[in-house]
Nanobody, 115 residues
């Protein structure tokens, strides 16, 4: 059974940092490209960062220079380090495959950035 479980969200002030984690199970993790997505209230879910099976990364413009995606294949975990957070980063953050699989959206983790 494939599971993706996000954690690490919380409430931070503008300019603060958070590190999100996504633990995968039920797959041979190292073979999969992974992504971090987010959905803000009233908006569509969007891809903000992705990492290939071999570690190549790519970011949405909104994340460039502030967010860093990484992976630990030994722990079947993908991370998102978020720095210089802004109120507009407030959203529920999800991990999923690249491309995403609708069967495997988890609960997500809430990130709230106060002004």
């Amino acid at each position: 059974q494939v599971r993706l479980v996000e954690s690490g969200g919380g409430l931070v002030q503008t300019g603060g940092s958070l590190r999100l984690s996504c633990a995968a199970s039920g797959i041979t993790f190292r073979f999969y490209a992974m992504g971090w997505y987010r959905q803000a209230p009233g908006k569509q879910r969007e891809l903000i960062a992705r990492i290939s099976w071999d570690g190549r990364t790519d970011y949405a413009d909104s994340a460039k220079g502030r967010f860093t995606i990484s992976r630990d294949n030994a722990k079947s975990t993908v991370f998102l380090q978020m720095n210089s957070l802004k109120p507009e980063d407030t959203a529920v953050y999800y991990c999923n495959f690249i491309p995403f699989d609708t069967n495997y959206w988890g609960q997500g983790t809430q990130v709230t950035v106060s002004s």
